[in-house]
């Protein structure tokens, strides 16, 4: 209170002398104050239904070579105000249409010294603030190099978040909760082995990060429109609970080489009482600019299977042979290699799958292995290690398509780059004009192990103008991508829609490769997916992955229902039937759901919602009646009762309900799930106890009269 | 003596004991032998006419995070010897045919602790040695990182040196004769500013290395086919006077990502008792592969003029515009802006060009600064600084296409790169297929500043893999490639013969930027030209350039007899008439040598030669009985004698001598020059006197009876 009450007076007073500007939310619920400090630090706070929730945080940037940066020294020579509101339609998404309303402040502010222009353009939602630098076109400040951002995020008090420690070239690692204070002794722990990782400090963590203050309030702090600069982590002084924006530096350490006139990424503070509205919120794709594609009818969202698993799990093999200690592509005449017996993505066995596609309504294949290069393609800094286009010998790339398409089934292409990213570059329009002379609209890429050339980061400026590049080029190609190990998106998904996809955090690979944190899908919509839709591969019916691989004890971590809910709860365009095919046909019942789910929706209510806790969500599927329902539960019991007052009054529809059975377990008894069909209106309510790991899915057809 | 007593002892010990192999030369002036000491390590040493050149030097090569690496603990399990003798025809060069005669010898050393094998291929050829270090496939050693090479080239005394610092980013230094024992003291002075040097020690000097001894024995340090490695530097041990190699690093500190089977560069030494073997040699394009390129039709020698040295001097600009403090590709729009009345590569301008080399008979016409991106090419580590594609609004592409062909003049096109090679790469297949729609078959590229991504060398191996990528692909659209910045040459054009030129040194424009020194032509023949011909644009008829702009007062410091002769002494198959149209107009009886002069030879006899003094060389036209004589001359007047008796024997030849005037001199009164013109045959001898920074050109043509 005390607190509350000095903060306004501080505002009222720098108000008074014009120091200070105002901005509040189209509800007023979130009110922004913007100051001068003495020395002319600009500096902001929010409060949030008249509590404070980010206190006084100063803003800037250090440059390289430069005493003065642009830190500080600035005195406020114009400051404009506007209103926006407008509501677009995204080519793909949780819902049809989509609103944008915020009250804007860009304040100008010119630096005595040096003459130097900056203006900061504030932009705040309902539901939270986002802000960003803005480098106007002007005779002091052409061309300079970032040596550090200096954005702050200063919190009210030692919250409880739900974080990954800081690395400039992974995002897989498995969520940890705990108090800020506590991230210093917990780093350490939190970081797993990875192909490619450089954690950076103790108390730096990635975002989006998720946080929950002990007064309920909900802060999630992330960047939105992340081009040609680089990844935002963040960095905690767990003294005071300050963040601190700390951003991936380039191979030389400078991070990052700026030419005016241009604007760094939007930074994102989203604020509710209600977590389910950080989860609805839609600042990061509002803060990206208006779709750049004319014709979009060539993205399409996609359901899919692949062979992929049996690799994942250590069953098959991407490689060929083993005959090669070595690969040199165009030397090595692999017509004249042992097969090695294991190589799955052999013409046979996608045959297959294609079938199992056909059979089951799914739209495509993706087929990892297909290409001479796998024997080596690792750990060795490779710099010509694929070139996109030779198959296998037993991998018969027109017959396969052929065969697709005689089925009305797509291939999906794969182009693992193993984060050679200048080979990759050299391909790319050969792979991409190979995929459309063989019929493949869209592209799995995968950036595995240390960039190549190395010294470079995964998310730093140069790598991430790299996906940026792949991406505008896969326009002109009309090429829908999947970007696996790249950076995390930030809505860049608006602009670009053909960018259905990354992976981009800990997916379920990682159930077999040890297991992940059995709530671990109760966070990622909190984290991992503020951004854009995941890649998660969600589907696995056989928790025991030794049944797969008698050398693999991993155990996946989730119920059956549990997997069956993440095709609603982890919203994405793009969804794998990730298991074997022999894994559905054991539980044809309730396999039944994906092969019914929607991956396009008109509308998303989040029902309830707790992040590490549980989350259900209510989606309508695009250009129908029908609703599906998610539920994805923690690491306790929990009764969920929803109400079903989002369907349409007067209508009858049938609801299936697959959930986790009595004595279902994550670990001792994943498998064991119930389905009922029940008879609603908008009028029912749903009551569901999950497991734990557990979840329940429901389909809710429209019944005709 | 005594030294020759006992290194034979020494060779005859240790042949004896097996541990030893010897190698001869074809006519057994040169003898190699190479041992493994205790430990282990290879080691080999040199003898010319029964002396010592290269005392016992250690061969090996250190591995990154490993211990043993490749240094020592070597035994020998093979060996093997083989003589070769073939003569072939390169598609340009100094002379028809070109033989290749050598003794090889390959050991095999196997390591005995980690059973990696390493065979190290030695061929002596009469006038010197070339090895290299192979790593044949096997399983023990498969990838490795070079953390550095242990190349050694035991010097047998104090020699006379002709040489520039070591430096992974620029070869532009005047040359420094000293003692061996000197470099140190010298070396700081001797690293003038450039856009991008990076120098690395006190001692290191770069390659080709000239030496001589004090008995008078040339001898002369290279490598040859400089394909997917790091260039070689030399660094000197000045206390035992020993070379050892000193690789360009990467930018993350590694020399060398290798993957067997693969081989390193041949480290060549040349070695004679008369400088003229070693400007003669053929060692460096005998030891590359043979040529790559099945129709080698597209590929011709060029002479040239261009729109460029009024830029150099500061004249002109490249520039279009000084409208903009920056330029944003494809956003900037130059149709607003103000020209600036500088801007050369105007149609009209270049019009004249093309006019100018029509009627003087020459191929070709250069135009620079044609295109959008010039007004901020320069120091900003600039991505996306040019597109290769788009000219400025008052060039006009096709106009001026269709103006040479009407003329039957060619154009030569110019990608400056700005040292981004990644833009480069992106836009190259656009770039080249623009050059074909244009009628473009040759293109000048140019890599000045700090390579972008910073941090990365313009010599490492990550670059030259760049240079090579760019070459290759222009075989794919006949495209014939000119480096300046790039690498110095090693041969490769044997290989890749559209690589028809490089700068790679130090070049004419520096004689505008402040000038070289006088003797400076009368060393790079003997350095930068072992390995492959240079662009080094001579021709310059106005030393004072105040003339062209009174604001820069730097002087050419050559005589004009010297620029002629440079059409014969610094051999390569592109020429460029550098100076302006008007400034030859002032001149055209001196013009009309660079009128006459070919530019691909029969025959080519170097006359007399002194590294740092004097070079006079003659060669024979293809195709015709005419020749050509060039002299350049150091520091001190000369007088010149040669015999004509490489004419053919009974027939009359017209002889037209260009020469210093008496009174002439490179500072005093560059301009002053005679002609005469006398009747000649194989009997007949010339005298002439050549000033300080001077020299003659003589065409002799065959007269008919």
């Known amino acids: 209170m005390k607190n509350w009450f000095f903060s306004s007076l501080f505002a009222l007073f720098f108000l008074a002398l014009g120091f200070s500007q105002q901005l509040k939310s189209p509800n007023e619920n979130l009110i922004m104050s913007f100051t001068l400090l003495n020395d002319g630090t600009p500096s902001y706070s929010l409060t949030y239904k008249g509590k404070e929730v980010i206190k006084p945080s100063k803003l800037g940037l250090e440059l390289k070579n430069d005493k003065i940066s642009l830190l500080n020294g600035f005195a406020m020579t114009d400051s404009k105000t506007s209103t926006f509101d407008e509501t677009w339609t995204p080519v793909w998404g949780e819902v049809a249409k989509i609103r944008n309303n915020y009250n804007e402040l860009a304040v100008t502010l010119k630096q005595n010294e040096t003459n130097r222009q900056l203006v900061i353009r504030f932009r705040l939602f309902n539901d939270g603030l986002g802000f960003r630098y803005e480098f106007p076109a002007q005779n002091n400040l052409v061309y300079f190099i970032i040596k550090e951002e200096h954005t702050q995020f200063a919190m009210t008090g030692d ?22 204070s506590e991230i210093r002794g917990l780093s350490k ?4 082995s990875n192909a490619s990782q450089t954690p950076f400090s103790p108390t730096g963590v990635q975002t989006a990060l998720m946080m929950k ?3 309920g309030i909900y802060i999630n702090l992330h960047e939105a429109a992340l081009i040609n600069y680089a990844c935002m982590h963040l960095n905690l002084d767990d003294k005071n609970m300050v963040f601190e924006s700390w951003l991936t530096p380039n191979s030389n350490g400078d991070k990052g080489q700026m030419q005016a006139p241009c604007n760094t990424p939007w930074r994102t503070i989203m604020v509710s009482d209600d977590a389910r509205d950080i989860l609805a919120s839609k600042i990061t794709l509002n803060l990206n600019d208006p779709c750049k594609i004319e014709d979009t009818s060539w993205i399409k969202p996609v359901k899919y299977v692949g062979v992929w698993w049996e690799m994942i799990t250590g069953k098959s093999s991407w490689s060929y042979t083993n005959d090669f200690p070595a690969i040199q592509l165009g030397v090595t005449d692999y017509s004249k290699a ?10 046979e066995h996608v045959k297959q799958y294609i079938d199992f596609a056909a059979d089951n309504g799914f739209d495509a294949v993706l087929v990892e292995g297909w290409n001479e290069g796998w024997e080596d393609w690792f750990g060795h800094a490779k710099d010509y290690v694929f070139d996109f286009v030779t198959p296998y010998p037993d991998f018969d790339v027109i017959g396969v398509h052929e065969y697709a398409k005689s089925k009305g089934v797509k291939m999906i292409m794969h182009h693992e780059t193993s984060a050679a990213i200048r ?5 790319l329009d050969k792979a991409f004009q190979f995929m459309k002379d063989h019929g493949y609209d869209a592209v ?12 470079e980061h995964h998310y730093s400026q140069w790598t991430n103008n790299h996906y940026q590049y792949v991406l505008e080029k896969a326009v002109d190609y009309q090429i829908m991508i999947n970007g696996h190990e790249a950076v995390r998106p930030t809505g860049i998904c608006r602009t670009y829609p053909n960018l259905i996809g990354n992976e981009s955090a800990r997916g379920t690979e990682f159930q077999a490769f040890g297991g992940s944190k059995p709530n671990h899908v109760t966070i990622l919509p909190f984290t991992r997916l503020i951004g854009g839709p995941m890649d998660y591969t969600p589907g696995i019916f056989e928790m025991d992955i030794s049944k797969l691989n008698p050398n693999n004890h991993s155990h996946v971590n989730s119920t059956l229902a549990n997997q069956l809910a993440l095709y609603v709860t982890m919203y994405s365009p793009l969804q794998m039937a990730a298991d074997l095919p022999e894994n559905y046909n054991r539980f044809t019942d309730a396999f039944q759901f994906i092969k019914d789910v929607a991956i396009d929706w008109d509308e998303s209510y989040y029902l309830e919602a707790e992040p590490g806790e549980y989350i259900t969500v209510a989606r309508k599927a695009k250009g129908s009646n029908n609703w599906f329902i998610g539920n994805v539960n923690g690491l306790t019991s929990r009764a969920s ?3 079903l007052d989002f369907l349409e009054k007067g209508k009858k529809y049938e609801a299936t309900i697959y959930a986790d059975a009595k004595e279902a377990h994550y670990k001792t008894n994943p498998q064991a799930y119930t389905i009922q069909k029940i008879k609603v209106t908008n009028k029912s309510k749903i009551n569901q106890v999950s497991v734990p790991g557990g979840g329940y899915a429901i389909s809710i057809i429209e019944k005709n009269k």
């Open 189 to 192: 722990g939190a970081i797993s």
């Open 213 to 215: 203050t002990d007064d």
């Open 423 to 427: 080979n990759y570059e050299r391909h």
């Open 641 to 643: 009762s929803i109400k």
């Open 444 to 455: 799995k890429t995968g950036y595995v192990g240390n960039i190549v050339p190395v010294g």
């Open 338 to 347: 042992q097969p090695n017996g294991t190589h799955a993505a052999n013409t």
């Open 159 to 180: 919250h409880t978040a739900f974080w990954i420690a800081g690395d400039y070239d992974t995002q897989e690692y498995d969520y940890t909760t705990s108090k800020l």
